[in-house]
């Protein structure tokens, strides 16, 4: 077996997974738990009389939960009038009663948030995960768990849910008949237990460290043999979450929950075991064999075993003096103080929950002269509920519905750096231009005000190249209802002259699958420049390579995308699946641009005296 393969099975290992029908028959024994709203004890006897009772497990920072909280006030409103009795539950080790009631409050919930201490509670009814429900019949027997419905997902959000779980049950236990479903799998954060809880799961994935040091060392091996034989924040954790995570997850970022200190890391280390494993964290979905990027995010081999081995040990600190400072994050701008400041004309208001239709806004810069533009940074209004920023360039006499023809100009997404160009390189904004704000919020189970804004740097000197963001696109296409693989190609036009290519941004939407840029050289010899082999709409990233790449002159650029449009799509409905799907600007609709930023020189004027 060779050692990558060795290295994969063992952290990749887990046990049976518990059957999603646990306990669903068996008759829940009473317990009594504070309510944080008030500080009064509430009981589970204390809903005697009730038609059914839904206990539904939350937590504080978890986004899916935050998301189905509307969805529950909901379904409260809905069945309190037909005798049912709602209690949340928070079984998180690491938030205490005040932080609980703060978070209620903050959603408006409207039935009582009970603290679970130790996690008692779900221990005993098996419950892994936030967003799980266990409905209760008058006599307080299971007669359904799991998800709520299935809108929400890990990464993926659906216009509306498929199946509605929670609300079907209801509906049979109410009248008396036994639910369809009786059981469901639940996407959720996993419960933080306490490590001195006797009643905590073992974890699923236990690597010795010794074999992965071994392993890791066949693969690299200037790996010190002895760095994974006690793995300690102080030492080895908090450089990792300082390089590869902090950056979102930080107060005020897009991340749902800060990952600054030892306590914050601790109450999420389960969540984090699980998103390293399965690599959802940190977001990356270029294929390592192709392409070298300045804002790679992976974790090496040993930096994912770093963290796996970590949690399995039991999450320990190690000596706090050790632990790096702090980061210097910056306030504001990045890259300091702009020079003119655009805003979208007025606050747009985020709902609560479900899927918001991209919204476009348009801002005239009122310039009367060409300017040429050095860096341009895109900055949410509130960073929480903004999915991605792409800000075009409208000339004058363009018309908005036009928007896929318009010259992107800089763009924003969780993570990534603003456009800032070297000495030299600018890019040119003509007299009368506009800006067109493209807007892509994702609710968070808040109503919020979101005013966007890009700040804008001019040239401090007679730029020699001008930087232009290409797309390479197709926008004839039909995917097939139901079809899981349709591809769809799209080619450049041959570069006139030797051209340095900077970077890429490949754009779809929801049934976007893969994208693959491939330069087809003048000789007929092709090259494979950026493959995004799981393309996730949840985490759109520039692709900036480390040193630019010449492309010969005559060379072009193939572009080749596939959709799922079938409903194994998680993103989907069947309604969804069943239509086939055109070109357009919205979530529903598809797009297929394969962005590039390319520079070419600018001429000198000519010399009106012909000298």
Known sequence: ???????????????????????????????????????KPIGLRDQAGHAATVLVFTGVECPIGDLYLPRLIELHQTYAPRGVAFLALNSNAGDDEPTVAHHARQFGLTFPVLKDHDGAIASRLQVERTCEVILLDAQNRIRYRGAIDDQYGYGTRRRNPVHHYLRDALDAVLDGREPDTTASSVAGCPIDRSATNPARPAPRIRPAADSIVEALRQIEPDIDPDSLGSVTYADHVAPI??????????????????????????????????????RRMPPWHADPRYGQFANDRRLSAHQRATLLAWVEQGAPRGDARREPPPADWPEGWTIGTPDLVFEIPEPFIVPADGVVPYQHFEVPTGFTEDRWIQALEPQPGDRSVVHHIIVYLKPPGTRLREIDALEHLAGYA??????????????????????????????????????????????????KYRARTVPVLNSKFTIPAGDPNHEVRATSRPVPRDTPLLGFFPHMHLRGKDFTYTAVYP???????????????????????????????????????????????????????????????QTWEEMMIGYVDLLEPIEPPADPAGE
């Open 1 to 39: 077996m060779s050692a990558c393969l060795a290295l994969i099975l063992l952290l990749a290992a887990p046990e049976d997974p518990p059957a999603l029908d646990r306990l669903v028959g068996s008759a829940v024994p009473d317990f009594t738990l504070t309510n944080t709203l008030d500080g």
């Open 241 to 278: 979450l300082r390089q590869h995570c902090q950056s979102c997850h930080r107060p005020g970022q897009v991340g749902p929950f800060p990952l600054l200190t030892y306590d914050d890391a601790r109450r999420h280390a389960d969540g984090i075991h699980e998103v390293v494993e399965s």
């Open 414 to 463: 969780p993570g990534d750096m603003p456009t800032a160009l070297p000495d030299g390189i600018a890019k040119r904004i003509p007299a009368g231009s506009s800006l067109v704000f493209q807007l892509h919020y994702t609710p968070t189970g808040k109503v919020r005000r979101d005013q966007s804004r890009v700040g804008i740097w001019f040239a401090r000197s007679e730029p």
């Open 523 to 585: 000789d007929g010899s092709r090259e494979i420049l950026l493959s995004v082999p799981r393309y996730d709409f949840a985490w759109q990233s520039y692709y900036w390579l480390k040193e630019p790449k010449i492309l010969p002159k005559g060379t072009r650029l193939d572009c080749v995308a596939h959709f799922d449009n079938s409903t194994a799509n998680p993103a989907l409905t069947e309604q969804d699946a069943s239509k086939p799907v055109r070109w357009g600007d």
